[in-house]
């Protein structure tokens, strides 16, 4: 009876055991087994990456000017982003933006942009400086990559290099309002105190050459170097000396601000003609008001300009950055918008000659929100519109009226 009752509960417990281990492979089958997929299901594709390069001034005394430059383009990067990227040829794509300092130097901008296409491999690089796009056009050609030329420096457009886009209007399209206004208002003798950057030299020539053409004499020509200079009493002095009635000065709005606060200072009474890197709204900003400014020409703050799209833009931009966008912002904003609809027309995000055959595409077909600047098309290496111009009349911003 006991030995009945031992086989029984032996047979109890070979059972169960067998029981378990059934039970323990069906589990470990199952987890290692992939459903089959249903045709409501689809696979997730992760997105891929595109870097933006950027070269510009991001310490010194340009450094505010290169940070606002890189807002523009770094905002546009994460409002696509935030939409879930952009589509080319089927596949999903995000921004990735790799910037680095050139402290304003063409030679640091040159080697920057060598270590952004072999470290990032950098389809597009942007840099706010003529300087460094003439650096960059020495080889780009070569290495295959887009500049995105924040300059409106027109010899970079003249010079045979096909993989260059201009972002804003050429500079010389301001020469005759900026000269009427100033001869008219103040007088023809002009003294010059620009930037001595190659962009400033180029300027001043033009300028030169214009305002003499139109029966003005220029009575005191030099330059100043922001990155060396600080204190402008000294060359101010000597240029007042002349008894000019009008200034020309100009670069990153900041030192040129200190320019025209200077010569206030030292009783001068003129107009000043500002080159339009220089810009009015932030030269207010040191300046403390536009009373200073008073007879100053330059180019319409974007605040105060017309486009429908600019008060949600200047909103936006106010609360990331603590400021009111100026068009180093708006303009590189809007640029990084258009290269990315000339990707997807071109059906590349790497292949810098398609896209830059497309770039027109990209200006036709960006987003209505995003036209804070009206280009209609792309044209002689640029994007072409129409220009703004303002001049500051008792303390404000006063349109001026350009006729070509």
Not at 285 to 299: E, F, H, K, P, Q
């Amino acid at each position: 009876m006991k030995r009945m009752k031992s086989l029984l509960m032996l047979s109890l417990i070979i059972v169960i055991i067998f029981s378990l281990a059934a039970c323990n492979s069906t589990e470990k089958k199952s987890a290692n087994t992939k459903p089959a997929a249903s045709g409501g299901e689809s696979k997730t594709e992760e997105a891929g990456t595109v870097n933006i390069g950027y070269t510009g001034p991001l310490s010194g005394p340009a450094a505010f000017y290169g940070e606002r430059t890189l807002n523009g383009v770094k905002m546009a990067a994460e409002e696509i982003n935030g939409e879930g990227g952009f589509e080319v040829g089927g596949k999903k794509f995000k921004l990735n933006i790799v910037s680095l300092d050139d402290k304003y130097l063409p030679n640091e901008a040159g080697a920057n942009a060598k270590r952004l296409i072999q470290e990032n491999k950098t389809p597009i690089i942007f840099t706010p400086h003529s300087g460094g796009v003439f650096a960059l056009q020495v080889f780009n050609q070569q290495d295959k990559f887009l500049i995105g030329a924040y300059t409106s420096e027109p010899k970079v457009s003249e010079v045979g290099n096909d993989l260059t886009v201009r972002i804003p209007p050429r500079y010389d399209g301001y020469l005759k309002p900026f000269t009427d206004y100033e001869m008219e208002k103040f007088g023809k003798k002009i003294a010059f105190l620009p930037t001595s950057s190659q962009y400033g030299k180029d300027w001043s020539d033009k300028l030169k050459a214009h305002w003499e053409k139109e029966g003005g004499k220029v009575v005191y020509n030099s330059s100043i170097d922001f990155a060396k200079e600080t204190d402008f009493f000294t060359i101010v002095t000597n240029a007042l000396k002349e008894k000019p009635d009008v200034l020309f000065i100009g670069g990153a709005s900041e030192p040129t601000a200190k320019v025209a606060k200077q010569a206030r200072e030292l009783g001068f009474k003129g107009g000043f003609i500002v080159m339009d890197q220089a810009k009015l709204d932030e030269m207010k900003a040191v300046t403390g008001s536009y009373d200073v400014l008073n007879g100053a020409i330059g180019v319409m703050p974007l605040i105060e300009s017309s486009s429908p799209a600019i008060p949600d833009f200047a909103k936006k931009y106010k609360e990331k950055y603590g400021e009111n966008p100026g068009s180093e912002a708006g303009l590189n904003y809007i640029a990084m918008y258009i290269f990315v609809e000339a990707m997807k027309a071109a059906g590349s995000v790497d292949d810098a000659a398609k896209i830059q055959a497309k770039m027109q595409d990209g200006v036709s077909n960006i987003p209505e929100n995003v036209k804070i600047y009206q280009f209609d098309k792309f044209t002689g290496g640029g994007f072409d519109g129409e220009i703004e111009v303002a001049a500051i009349e008792d303390g404000k911003v006063v349109p001026i009226k350009v006729t070509k």
